[in-house]
Structures are given as structure tokens and as C-alpha cells.
């Protein structure tokens, strides 16, 4: 299994840019998490998806982000309009039942 | 709320040398608690998972404890190893089922020196 794969690595921007990061779970997995990470606040969990369905979007910090699961096999995390602050390191996971979360390589975004 | 603290923020060792790394939190009402490593400019990757009944978990020269009454596990790694190097964090399941949130600690930023 290839592991969940998350696009692009890397994502520079202009602020008031729209983002859009993507995310392929293991195949299997019912569950599907988006993380941010940054040095002030470390990690924290945005959003999580249990069969295609948003269950907790309680961690999207404003209106400006926003995330999708069309099917099992696809995850978008949007943020439009882009701002300096929102960079960081956004990681998507998947997991079996809400056990073992199985994390991607990560996208650093960088919003000027 | 729960909040999970790791301590130190970062250690470095010798090689060969026996670590503990810390992690505390503060609502002893969890599900499980789950260490991961990071390298770097990598994503988690999990390391041991223990249940809220269980005390102790091992994997090879790695020992996770828990102690959920006094809110405290650690990660216990025997014979340090170069490529022991890396950021090991904590997270609580908040809650009585797995379905609550992973809480995240900042971590512990280890480095094992040859």
C-alpha cells in the first residue's frame, strides 16, 4: 500500500490566493483527518470525516477554510482567501475504525 | 479541556544510553493514548498504542506506560540508537469511545549523538 498521499509537498502563495490541498487515504480506511502543525500552536485537528461524512469540523479555524470528501478515495482542504498566518504544515490521516491514525508526508504551505 | 504536556521540550543523549521521554495530561477520562515519531519534514508515524485499561505497552526497545489516574504516561527507549533521532509525540482520545479527538503534546525533540 502506497500510504496515504497527500498534493503538493509544497505550496507557495500570494496572500488572498485560494489553496486547495489534496489528500488520498489508505484504501479501506473509514476514517480521514486533516491536521495543521505550526511551532506556536503544534498539532491540531481541523476536521475529521468518518465514511465520506464530516463528524467534527469543530478545529476549522474560520470561514475561510473549508473541506470536502466526495468519495472514500478523495479529501480537499480549501482555503480561500489565503493569509500569511495560515502557514504551516498540513497533514491529512487515515485510519481503520479510530484506531492507528496513518499519517501522509504533509503539505508545508507558505502564504506571503 | 484536555491539555497534554511533554517533557523536556528536548533531550540529547549518548549513544547506548536508557531514555524516558514524559507526557501528562490533564482529564484522566481518555480512551487510549497513542506515542508517534516524527521526522523531519515527515508526517507521524505511530508508535504504541495503549487502551485506557491497559498499563503497559512494547514494540522491540520501545515500553509505553500509563498511569491514567495520575494523568502521566512515558515512552521508555533502551539503548539509544542514532537513528532513535527524531521528535516523539503524545496524543489522548478524549472520551469514553473511539470516536473522540486525538489531543496532540508539542513534543520532545530527541537527539541520540554517535
Known amino acids: 500500500d502506497a500510504g496515504v498521499i497527500q498534493s503538493p509537498r509544497h505550496e507557495v502563495t500570494e496572500m488572498g490566493q485560494e489553496v486547495t490541498l489534496r489528500c488520498k487515504p489508505i484504501?479501506?480506511?473509514?476514517?480521514l483527518f486533516w491536521y495543521r502543525q505550526t511551532m506556536m500552536r503544534g498539532l491540531e485537528l481541523l476536521i475529521y470525516?468518518?465514511?465520506?461524512?464530516?463528524?467534527?469540523d469543530s478545529g476549522m479555524p474560520e470561514d475561510r477554510f473549508s473541506a470536502k470528501m466526495p468519495n472514500a478515495s478523495f479529501s480537499t482542504l480549501k482555503i480561500q482567501p489565503s493569509e500569511p498566518r495560515d502557514s504551516a504544515v498540513y497533514f491529512c490521516?487515515?485510519?481503520?475504525?479510530?484506531?492507528?491514525?496513518?499519517f501522509g508526508p504533509g503539505t508545508r504551505l507558505l502564504v506571503l | 479541556k484536555q491539555e497534554v504536556t511533554q517533557i523536556p521540550a528536548a533531550l540529547s543523549v549518548p549513544e547506548g544510553e536508557n531514555l524516558v521521554l514524559n507526557c501528562s495530561f490533564t482529564?484522566?477520562?481518555?480512551?487510549?493514548l497513542q506515542w508517534f515519531r516524527q521526522d523531519p519534514g515527515k508526517g507521524l508515524t505511530s508508535l504504541l498504542l495503549?487502551?485506557?485499561?491497559?498499563r503497559e505497552q512494547t514494540s522491540g526497545r520501545l515500553n509505553a506506560s500509563l498511569d491514567k489516574s495520575s494523568g502521566r504516561s512515558t515512552l521508555y527507549i533502551a539503548a539509544s540508537q542514532p537513528g532513535d533521532s527524531a521528535t516523539y509525540l503524545c496524543?489522548?482520545?478524549?472520551?469514553?469511545?473511539?470516536?473522540?479527538?486525538?489531543?496532540f503534546g508539542q513534543g520532545t525533540t530527541l537527539q541520540v549523538k554517535p
Open positions: 490521516a487515515s485510519s481503520r475504525s479510530q484506531e492507528t491514525q496513518y
Open positions: 495503549i487502551q485506557s485499561s491497559q
Open positions: 470525516f468518518n465514511n465520506n461524512v464530516p463528524i467534527d
Open positions: 496524543a489522548v482520545r478524549r472520551g469514553s469511545s473511539n470516536t473522540g479527538k486525538l489531543i
Open positions: 482529564d484522566s477520562a481518555i480512551y487510549n
Open positions: 484504501s479501506g480506511h473509514d476514517y
